[in-house]
C-alpha cells in the first residue's frame, strides 16, 4: 500500500482547484499554482500540525524569454520557491510565473528569510514582490545608477577585468564579447573596449 505524502494530501483536500500542475522531476516534487494563490498555500503548508513547512531553503528566479521548448506554467518569468519541512522530511517546490509588468505577493510575512531572495530577484529580474518593492530609484545588490536588470536574456554578457591571485588582470569578457550600453562599472560602455588596454 502505497502511503500519500502529507503535505500532496493537504494540497489536493484544500487546494485541488488551485494546483495548476503537480509533477515529479529526479527525486523533487514541484507544484504550480497561481501567484495569488501562493500566500494561501504557503501559510497552510507552513501552519498544519501535519506538514509544518518551517524551513523556507529559498527562492530563485528565471527568464523564460528565450526557452524554446516545453514550459510549466505560461509567463516569461517564473519564481521557484524551495521549502523544507523539518517535520515529515520532506522538500517541495512551489513554482508560479508572471509576465513583465506583473507581481508576486510577497512571502516575507510568512518566511522573513524571503525578504533578501525576493528583492535580489527584483533588482537582478525585475520581477516585482507586492509587499517587498524597493523604493523608486533604490536598487538592492547594484549600484543605484545601474540601468535595467542583468540576469535578464537580453542582457550581453558585460566586459570587466578579472583579478588572479597574483593580483595580475587575466583575460575579460570583453576581449570575446561586446559589452552593451546598459553596464554602470567604470569605463566606457557601448563598442568601445572597457578596460582600456
Known amino acids: 500500500m502505497t502511503t500519500v505524502r502529507a503535505d500532496l494530501a493537504l494540497l489536493d483536500k ?5 494546483i495548476i500542475k503537480q509533477f515529479e522531476n529526479r527525486g523533487d516534487t514541484y507544484v504550480c499554482v497561481a501567484p495569488s494563490d501562493l500566500p494561501a498555500i504557503v501559510e497552510a503548508l507552513k501552519s498544519d500540525p501535519n ?12 527568464d523564460y524569454s ?13 519564481v521557484v520557491y524551495n521549502l523544507f519541512s523539518t ?3 520532506e522538500r517541495l517546490f512551489v513554482k508560479v510565473a508572471v509576465n513583465d509588468g506583473e507581481s508576486i505577493p510577497t512571502l516575507k ?9 525576493e528583492r535580489e530577484i527584483q533588482d537582478l529580474y525585475g520581477v516585482v514582490f507586492e509587499g517587498n ?3 523608486p530609484g533604490e536598487r ?10 542583468p540576469l535578464r536574456k537580453e542582457v550581453p554578457l558585460g566586459g570587466e577585468d578579472v583579478v ?20 554602470s562599472f567604470e569605463g566606457v560602455t557601448g563598442s568601445e573596449e572597457i578596460s582600456g588596454r
Not at 506538514?51 to 527562492?59: I, R
Not at 588572479?164 to 553596464?183: K, L, R, S
Request: glycine letters at 10%.
Open 14 to 18: 484544500k487546494f485541488s482547484k488551485k
Open 51 to 62: 506538514t509544518k513547512y518551517d524551513y523556507f531553503v529559498e527562492c530563485v528566479g528565471v
Open 66 to 78: 528565450t526557452w524554446q521548448h516545453a514550459r510549466d506554467l505560461e509567463g516569461r518569468f517564473e
Open 87 to 89: 517535520h515529515i522530511n
Open 109 to 117: 510575512d510568512i518566511f522573513l528569510g524571503a525578504e533578501y531572495p
Open 133 to 135: 518593492e524597493a523604493e
Open 140 to 149: 538592492f545588490l547594484l549600484p543605484d545608477d545601474w540601468i535595467g536588470f
Open 164 to 183: 588572479f591571485h597574483a593580483g595580475t588582470e587575466g583575460p575579460a569578457v570583453e576581449d570575446i564579447q561586446m559589452p552593451h550600453a546598459g553596464e
